[in-house]
């Protein structure tokens, strides 16, 4: 298989002032297309660490992908750090310098020198035009081994591996994708769901590697043919098949998409609309919703009622039903997830109310407790779980449950 390097470039990285989601989106480009990741890891600006980086892969692996230090400030030091490498001169790339040219002008900004510079490249190279930023993408080519050099900022980076890095790789190699399919999972552990399926996984092809990927909630059960051309997807997804009868409705879909997607999806086809009540997670369920395309059809509102008086007046919960049972109920949520749904003229309502954390539990009621409840045609249903002590991990557990109640109930 072919083989990649993947090097991140940032002091900020390195000091955890921001995440390095670069590697991840690479590598997973790479690995779709059949590409072997050696290793991947982050290095500070400085020219030592990106000269001995290159040292230590170029004529052990296939490719080297950079992102990070392509931008106009003295900090940014990838693209002269290069050309001092390759032994090569920065000369004036046209057709970058016109189209920085034309979006200064566009945006009524003074194309400055220091942004005219991002123009200047390594003689050696070839360019890859960046359509969503300054700096352009670069290629060099040393002993077999093909370096790209790729803006850190992540959109762009994203564009210009779709754009420039892929087709590049595709077409020097003839590529065969490695074949996947994935099974998204919701409300089984990870432990629990690898002993339910214990004996259909010992027994899986030769070639075939099983991955459980697990997040806020839920799991994937990835399958990959790590032989090109051993198994196609179709096939991968007849193996998977008798998962279906061991877990359920535990299972909510298969590729990439969030649970989300696919309650949008049902909700759109169905041409039903739902409404959202939400206390401690402070409009996250609203917010995951209306980030996709196309929301305002099945989406009319949502209310945030964080306090007692709140749930009274935008959704008349009863005050002596708060008093007596406490906003962390299941009979407020129920009221606030039917109210809701009169309130925005929807089939379905879903409420939440909960102890985020990180203080505010009770021996009755600690960090991490949550009711949501779900109300829609069938009725209304409510469930109580108890989270963590990380007040963010409740949040985002609460609406993959949240959302996993109302598909069920679709």
């Not at 401690?280 to 007692?308: D, E, I, K, Q």
């Not at 109580?384 to 409740?394: H, I, P, Q, S």
Request: aromatic share 8%.
């Amino acid at each position: 298989m072919i083989s990649a390097d993947i090097i991140t470039i940032g002091d900020e990285i390195l000091i955890g002032q921001i995440t390095d989601t670069n590697s991840a989106y690479i590598a997973r480009e790479l690995n779709a297309a059949g590409i072997r990741i050696r290793r991947k890891y982050s290095i500070g600006d400085q020219k030592e660490a990106i000269t001995g980086a290159l040292d230590e892969s170029i004529g052990q692996v296939d490719a080297i992908l950079f992102t990070g230090g392509l931008g106009p400030t003295n900090d940014d030091i990838t693209k002269h750090t290069l050309n001092a490498y390759f032994g090569s001169r920065l000369v004036r790339n046209q057709e970058t310098f016109d189209m920085l040219a034309a979006w200064f002008a566009a945006r009524n900004r003074t194309f400055e020198p220091v942004n005219q510079g991002q123009a200047d490249v390594p003689e050696v190279c070839t360019v890859m035009l960046n359509k969503l930023g300054t700096a352009p993408g670069m290629i060099f080519e040393k002993e077999g081994t093909h370096i790209f050099c790729m803006p850190g900022v992540p959109y762009e980076m994203e564009g210009l591996m779709q754009s420039g890095v892929l087709p590049f790789l595709k077409q020097k190699y003839a590529l065969p994708p490695l074949a996947h399919h994935t099974v998204l999972t919701a409300g089984i552990p990870e432990s629990t769901l690898m002993m339910q399926i214990k004996d259909w996984e010992e027994a899986l092809p030769a070639g075939v590697k099983l991955a459980y990927l697990p997040s806020y909630g839920a799991v994937k059960l990835r399958l990959t043919a790590w032989e090109p051309g051993t198994f196609s997807e179709v096939e991968l997804a007849e193996i998977a098949r008798p998962l279906y009868g061991m877990l359920g409705d535990a299972i909510y879909g298969t590729g990439d998409r969030t649970m989300e997607e696919i309650v949008f999806t049902m909700l759109k086809e169905k041409k039903l609309r739902v409404s959202f009540a939400e206390s401690c997670t402070g409009g996250f369920l609203a917010h995951r919703l209306t980030s996709m395309a196309g929301s305002s059809m099945v989406f009319n509102g949502s209310v945030v009622t964080y306090s007692y008086e709140a749930k009274t007046q935008e959704l008349q919960v009863p005050s002596e039903i708060l008093m007596q049972h406490g906003a962390v109920s299941e009979p407020v949520v129920m009221q606030m997830a039917e109210a809701v749904k009169i309130k925005f003229d929807a089939e379905y309502g879903v409420a939440t109310s909960g102890i985020a954390g990180p203080d505010g539990g009770t021996p009755e009621k600690p960090v991490g407790t949550v009711w949501i409840a779900v109300s829609g045609p069938q009725g209304t249903k409510a469930r109580r779980f108890l989270f963590t002590n990380n007040r963010e991990r409740n949040i985002r557990l609460t609406c993959l449950h949240a959302y996993n109640m109302l598909r069920k109930m679709l």
